[in-house]
């Protein structure tokens, strides 16, 4: 089974920064793409910014040039650097990873949350 948790989400002032952190662990042979999503109440589950094996990225429009996403292939960890936070991205954050447990199985796995809010 393979486990993903996340830190770093909190309260923070409109135009503040944030940094989230994602590891994933356990039976873990290869990771294929890792990411960011976020939920509010009643809406349903959005991609924030993923990075695949290569390094390659992509984002939410409504994130471009404001968050950046980064990964530690030697910790299997996945960041998300949060600049010029308005309200609206007030949000609970979920971590995803699209991991092989074996050579043939790969599934999606996702963290347990953490809770964004910004607000002054």
């Known amino acids: 089974q393979v486990q993903l948790v996340e830190s770093g989400g909190g309260l923070v002032q409109p135009g503040g920064s944030l940094t989230l952190s994602c590891v994933a662990s356990?039976?873990?042979?290869?990771?294929?793409?890792m990411g960011w999503y976020r939920q509010a109440p009643g809406k349903q589950r959005e991609l924030v910014a993923q990075?695949?094996?290569?390094?390659?990225?992509n984002y939410a429009d409504s994130v471009k040039g404001r968050f950046s996403i980064s990964r530690d292939n030697a910790k299997n960890t996945v960041y998300l650097k949060m600049n010029s936070l308005k309200p609206e991205d007030t949000d609970v954050y979920y971590c995803?990873?699209?991991?092989?447990?074996?050579?043939?199985?790969?599934?999606?796995?996702w963290g347990q949350g953490t809770q964004v809010t910004v607000s002054s």
């Open positions: 995803n990873g699209k991991i092989y447990s074996s050579v043939t199985s790969w599934n999606e796995f």
């Open positions: 356990g039976s873990i042979f290869r990771i294929v793409a």
């Open positions: 990075i695949n094996a290569g390094g390659g990225t």
